[in-house]
């Protein structure tokens, strides 16, 4: 089956404490992204990448760090998390960049608390 | 910035009738449509897209319309059903290979 699989689902951690959340597609997706989901803002882009060892910053990046070894895998890394990193986050990928007008395919979500 | 506004963030309907999310883009190089349903704990589905060079598309009870001049898109559902309910967000495909969004719209739809 086709999907993006994200882990963990729920985190609840303190501040301070490195964390990643994993991203796996399994559609030989060349675009792949990390977007935040808060109340009244909508989803907001943090990281993406159009291919592999290519990452470029979204509209929210700072906090967050990526990396792209692999087609498949794209981890989001919080070095240093702190409170306002509190949220629902998305993986997504798509087969190539939106100058193409691919459909995204999203992951289920991980929901982080920062205390 | 690129920006997608996106109009009402909360709409209301009974069962049957008709609904329309509308949405406007500011880069006028956007050349890519969707839509995507999210149901509750689960992430955004595509329910429908267009594309600059289409004016109207149709999926069964669904349908988007473009107006590129105007810079605006709207989402219209007939028909509606209870499992219509979910919040639904627009995006466009900006300049720069990536999708903006919109704030997004709770559909409710009350049997």
């Known amino acids: 089956e086709a999907q993006v699989t994200q882990n963990p689902r729920y985190l609840i951690t303190v501040t301070g404490k490195k964390l990643t959340v994993t991203c796996s597609q399994n559609?030989?997706?060349?675009?792949m992204s990390w977007y935040r989901q808060d109340p009244g803002l909508g989803l907001r882009q943090i990281y993406y990448s159009m291919n592999v060892e290519v990452t470029d910053k979204g509209d929210v990046p700072e906090g967050y760090k990526v990396s792209r070894k692999e087609k498949r895998n794209f981890p989001l890394i919080l070095e240093s998390p702190s409170p306002n990193q509190t949220s629902l986050y998305f993986c997504?990928?798509?087969?190539?960049?939106?100058?193409?007008?691919?459909?995204?395919?999203f992951g289920d979500g991980t929901r982080l608390s920062i205390l | 910035g690129e920006n997608v506004e996106q109009h009402p963030s909360t709409l209301s309907v009974q069962e049957g009738d008709s609904a329309v999310i509308k949405c406007t883009y500011s880069?006028?190089?956007?050349?890519?449509f969707p839509w995507y349903k999210q149901e509750l704990g689960k992430g955004p589905q595509l329910i429908i897209d267009?594309?600059?060079?289409?004016g109207e598309k149709k999926d069964q009870r669904i349908a988007v319309t473009l107006n590129k001049t105007a810079k605006h898109f709207s989402l219209h559902i007939t028909e509606t059903q209870p499992e219509d309910s979910a919040v639904y967000f627009c995006?466009?495909?900006?300049?720069?290979?990536?999708?903006?969004f919109g704030k997004g719209t709770k559909l409710s739809v009350k049997p």
């Open positions: 995006a466009a495909g900006g300049s720069q290979g990536n999708l903006i």
């Open positions: 997504a990928s798509s087969l190539s960049s939106h100058t193409l007008g691919q459909p995204q395919h």
């Open positions: 880069d006028s190089a956007s050349n890519y």
């Open positions: 267009i594309r600059s060079n289409v």
């Open positions: 559609m030989n997706h060349e675009y």
